[in-house]
């Protein structure tokens, strides 16, 4: 096991390129992933490699591939004694096991081509084209697949194949479940409760290829099937029509519409309803025979430059157009870009549109997978349309900004507390959700406004970015999102003793609360040092790798940081730092006491003092458990010396 913990596939952080890990003759080699794929650039400029396409009927590597892949480890379960839980055993494989692996390849060689002309099975070519996805490859790239049906290994072929060959609806939604959680881009993550878990393919609506991805027996593969789906059909007497065209060609007259638009390329949609399409097109169920199984990828709205937001206006201004002065449009947004967000506000300024309400809704269910800085909800925004022209100036708008904004992050701060008090220990939203709501309220006073100093922000919305350039809704927006980043406070610290602290001190806790939950992201650390208004903030830092950021610790800090040029020199954030580097390093407890009391000015004359430092003291102790243990620990004995202390 000692051993194998370094595994055979590492990843360069600088380079974000996947290596392969040998030894020979006792000297362990690294060798690029690319290099072994023997990626070349080609003429067009694109990156060519010696992988083989594969071919419509190939569903495993043939044994002269350059990748190929084996079965490895069979997860095990067998239920306990009391019958309410499982024992889970990973054993290696048997000559049986594979002996039953070739039988079902065999089955499923014997009948794929049937299956394919029934429409049971894929056949569909993988369309190549567009930014490149989630590892820097795409399918074709990465594995040499070609067709949908490579995505999917013989077990998952065989299972989902006949599962389709069924017709009622009900199975069909069903096998949209089995294909999310069965196929050769399902990730092994080993969770809590001694088993290990195959995630969903769109656990991040990306395509993510593995080099071990899980694979579910038919026992833990049917269960989706079995699923008892409600089904609500729609009144005969109503008028239903569905019609697939650009919203930019919408016509009659309707009171709502409800738009789930594009994030900026964030997210693939194409490519997700391909890998399902793949399956249904041949053989949909007949209340579906009349659908266009298309994904209709020339028709969508792509990108992030000009052309993008040319397309967004005219869609939305021809829906505006569409509906009476009462209708209303709903928008559900997500992205953490503020450039997106600035986007979408010109968007609205520009097809006659304002924000009126904006409502905050968790989505996404919690998951080990998502720890860290990812958002957990939607905004969607309520667009009317912009009656009269209000006149405002950035000063006063700067004012507005601020209290809607904070009356945002009140309000979803609040929920977080009420549901960590009723039914749940992790937060129902993130930092990086509150820092959304923030754009989505910055939208809220934005969009109100036709005129803001001087300007027609419906022209100045429609005029070019010029690349590089921070524009006039840019800064109102990065604005928006600094006073949210300044109201976050860390749970745990009383806002009392937060609104005492400077810059720089808030920094080093918020990014310490971050890091306690796995955020490592850069962008965290750039983001809030410019919320807290800190100059330089790489003076506190351990490690600045884009995904590895990290603070340093109190022993690593060691004396620096304490004098007068220091953005931390005589704050109570430091004195304790260097109390708890002290006490790592076995100083005499009193001999401590002693320094912080000289390095915390006022000590005995100011009690708020002594009980901030107790705070900030137990606060530490809480988040460095996971980080740094031995520093959690001094930190407790800290706190107690400060609380125990005899003052007089």
């Known amino acids: 096991m000692k051993a194998a ?4 596939i590492g990843r360069d952080s600088k380079y974000d390129e996947a290596y392969l890990i040998h030894q020979v003759a006792g000297v362990t080699y690294k060798t690029k992933i690319s290099t072994l794929r023997g990626d070349y650039p080609k003429p067009d400029g694109s990156i060519g490699n010696r992988l083989r396409p594969w071919e419509s009927q190939d569903f495993i590597p043939r044994p002269d591939d350059l990748l190929r892949e084996r079965l490895y480890c069979i997860e095990w379960m067998r239920p306990k004694e009391t019958g309410k839980t499982f024992d889970y055993q990973f054993r290696s494989v048997t000559d049986e096991d594979l002996e039953r692996e070739a039988s079902v390849a065999s089955y499923v060689a014997k009948h794929i081509a049937n299956w394919q002309g029934k429409g ?8 190549v084209g567009g930014p490149p996805r989630f590892q820097g490859l795409d399918l074709v790239k990465s594995r040499g697949w070609t067709h949908w049906q490579h995505v999917f290994n013989s077990r998952q072929l065989m299972l989902a194949g006949l599962v389709n060959a069924l017709g009622d609806v009900r199975e069909k939604f069903g096998l949209a479940q089995l294909l999310n959680y069965n196929s050769r881009l399902c990730q092994w993550h ?3 409760g001694g088993g290990g878990l195959v995630t969903g393919t769109f656990y991040n609506q990306a395509l993510n290829t593995f080099y071990n991805y899980g694979c579910r027996g038919s026992k833990y593969g049917l269960p989706f099937i079995e699923v008892g789906y409600d089904s609500f059909p729609i009144e005969e007497r109503l008028s239903i029509e569905i019609r697939g065209i650009p919203a930019h060609q919408v ?10 638009p594009p994030y900026g390329d ?10 399902f399409i793949a399956w249904l097109r041949k053989n949909p169920p007949p209340e579906f025979a009349g659908w266009t199984w298309d994904s209709r990828r020339s028709l969508a709205i792509q990108g992030e430059g000009e052309e993008f937001r040319r397309q967004m206006v005219a869609a939305y201004r021809r829906m505006a157009e569409c509906m009476p002065d009462n209708g209303i449009q709903v928008v559900m947004f997500t992205h953490q870009s503020g450039t997106i967000w600035a986007d979408m506000a010109n968007i609205v300024w ?6 009126t309400a904006a409502w905050y809704v968790a989505t996404e269910t919690d998951s080990a997978l998502r720890d860290g800085s990812h958002v957990k909800g939607t905004v969607l925004l309520v667009l009317r349309k912009r009656a009269g022209q209000l006149k405002t100036t950035r000063d006063d708008l700067a004012w507005e900004l601020k209290e809607e904004v904070e009356d945002q992050v009140q309000a979803l701060t609040g929920l977080n507390q009420q549901a960590r008090g009723l039914y749940r220990d992790e937060n129902v939203f993130e930092d990086a959700d509150i820092q959304m709501a923030g754009y989505a309220a910055a939208l809220r006073v934005l969009t109100r406004y036709a005129v803001i100093d001087g300007k027609d922000m419906a022209a100045e919305a429609i005029r070019p970015r010029v690349k590089g350039e921070t524009t006039f809704v840019d800064g109102l927006i990065a604005f928006a999102v600094d006073t949210a980043n300044q109201c976050l406070v860390p749970q745990g610290i009383p806002r009392a003793t937060w609104e005492r602290l400077t810059g720089a001190e808030r920094f080093y806790l918020k990014m310490l609360d971050l890091e306690a939950r796995g955020a490592h992201t850069l962008d965290n ?3 809030f040092a410019k919320a807290f208004k800190v100059r330089d903030f790489h003076a506190l830092m351990a490690s600045r790798k884009a995904n590895e950021a990290r603070l340093k610790g109190a022993v690593e800090l060691g004396r620096a940081e304490m004098g007068e040029g220091s953005e931390m020199h005589q704050s109570a954030l430091r004195a304790i730092l260097y109390a708890i580097m002290e006490l ?14 000289l390095n915390i000015s006022d000590w005995y004359g100011d009690s708020t003092q002594r009980d901030m430092t107790g705070e900030l003291a137990g606060y530490l102790a809480e988040q460095l458990n996971r980080l740094r243990p031995d520093e959690a620990s001094a930190a407790r004995v800290l706190r107690e010396l400060v609380l125990n202390q005899r003052i007089g």
């Open 5 to 8: 913990e370094s595994g055979t």
């Open 584 to 597: 790592t390093r076995n100083l005499d407890s009193d001999e401590v006491l002693g320094h912080l009391t």
């Open 525 to 527: 650390y750039q983001n």
């Open 266 to 275: 964030a997210v693939k949609y194409e490519e997700i309803l391909d890998f």
């Open 350 to 355: 520009a097809s006659g549109l304002r924000v």
């Open 190 to 192: 080993n969770g809590g």
């Open 251 to 260: 016509t009659g007259e309707s009171q709502v519409f409800v738009t789930d």
């Open 120 to 127: 049971w099975v894929p056949n569909m070519r993988i369309e």
